[in-house]
């Protein structure tokens, strides 16, 4: 487990690979006084990715790879001690999670171990379920599997589509990955 040492924040790096709402909603939450990390690397699997956007807004460096051996260099260049998936759509090897083991947390917009992977909003309204929610979780070389760090449900209204499921989803991610972080390494 990764120690808070005096003042010193945690250096973390967020993977992404599309429009990165939580990137930048943790990047807000990193420059707080309260919180555990900073945040000195976006790292992003396509050059398509719009939340390449807030490396120069925030001004962090961005860097564009997928290979895992680039990337563990930069990762080891830059003192990278903790990593935070928001929307990053490559699976890590077994290898690279073995040498972050216990460091590499992720997000997942629904009550896991329910809907793993991909289209969960869609899938959760054709089941006609009741409730759905968000997962802060540790990364595991099984999809979607690690152990959950933190869990928020809330409950589907009739009239719920696909888009309005996913924003009230994204709304409430913004509150649990920040709480999940301050978890980890404050207990809270
Ligand atoms: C979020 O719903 C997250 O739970 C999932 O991918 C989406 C990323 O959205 N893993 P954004 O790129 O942070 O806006």
Redesign the pocket.
Known sequence: MIKLIGQNKIKTAVF?S??????KNLIKFSKKKNSPIEINLILSSTNKAK?LKYSKLFKIEKKISNSEKKILSILSKKNINFIC???YMKILSKKFIKKFKGKII????SLLPKYKGLNTHQRVINNKEQYSG?TVHYVSPKLDSGKIILQKKIKIKNLDTFKTL?KK??KQ?YKLYPAAIKKIFFNL
Do not use: V
């Open positions: 992404i599309g429009a990165g709402s939580n990137l939340g998936l928001a929307g992720n997000i997942h917009p968000c996913q989803i994204l991610e």
